[in-house]
């Protein structure tokens, strides 16, 4: 089993998953939302949450 995190913004007033930049390097590689650009680590309104979803696959 494995835990994922997913991350959402409600910047819009509905839940939005943010998304990965798959160009932007790995190191820095976080989502953000695609509508203000908050992301986990900044995420100045406040609008930035999580559920953890678990993963029964494996
Ligand atoms: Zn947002």
Not at 10 to 34: F, K, N
């Amino acid at each position: 089993m494995t835990v994922y995190r997913q991350w959402f913004c409600d910047c819009s007033g509905v839940p939005r998953e943010l998304v990965s930049d798959p160009y932007v390097e790995e190191d820095s590689l976080e989502p953000s939302c695609p509508l203000c650009g908050a992301s986990p680590s900044s995420d100045p309104k406040h609008t930035i949450r999580y559920t953890d979803q678990e993963d029964f696959s494996d």
